[in-house]
């Protein structure tokens, strides 16, 4: 559960976003939700994945905190057919301890992000502002960046493979253009989570391993032989192009 203690320290922003909040536990929702409203956040609270569903596909969101376990219809099957249905908003699951490989799946599924209960309101704070700041990559003086047969289209946020669009999650986009823009230089796992996810992960690089794993599949002729995308032994990854 959240720690309620936590709640001064949480940060006022005047923003106009708007945050689908999914959570069976009321005393968990209710206090996301006032401490989201406190920071200037719109929000919207339901209590079952088949209603997130639908109230995610027919309304304008520009993130959604979605728990694991959910009745009806749980937060992986949610978060899998929001983005079979080509919807790229920002996702962070909210997982309960020992629920290592369903964090993983998560991700495989296409969340953004993870938090694992218990969390403060100042921790969720954090991470709402660096996945949200991250979901709108800069270039500096480039609308498009070549690497092969890969065009990177950053004003419409679009990604094509010999003229065909290939559909990608918001994070998976920051995370192509940040390794395009070093395109040649091995970049540390470490430091792709500094930078592209804006938040100290404590030495869990498994995040961008699977981010990775994504960009390899959507984007190599052979995933499991990469051409495009290279690992670097004890260091990380870099995009050769």
Known sequence: ???????????????DTRILIVDDEESITTLIDYNLIQAGYRTAVVHDGETALQLATHENFDLILLDLMLPTMNGLEVCEKLREQGLTIPIIM???KGEEEDKITGLDVGADDY???????????????????RSVPHIQNEEVIKVKDIDIHIDTYEVFKNGQLVEFTKKEFDLLVYLAER??????REVLLQDVWDFDFIGDTRIVDV???????????????????????GIGYKLEG
């Open 1 to 15: 559960m959240i720690k309620a203690k936590d709640k001064k320290q949480w940060e006022m922003e005047a923003v």
């Open 94 to 96: 909210l997982t309960a």
């Open 115 to 133: 938090m694992t209960k218990p969390f403060s309101p100042k921790e969720l704070s954090a991470r709402i502002r660096a996945v949200l700041r």
């Open 183 to 188: 395109r040649n230089k091995p970049v540390k």
């Open 211 to 233: 981010h990775i794993s994504h960009l390899r599949e959507k984007l190599e002729d052979q995933p499991k032989k990469p051409s495009l995308i290279k690992t670097v032994r």
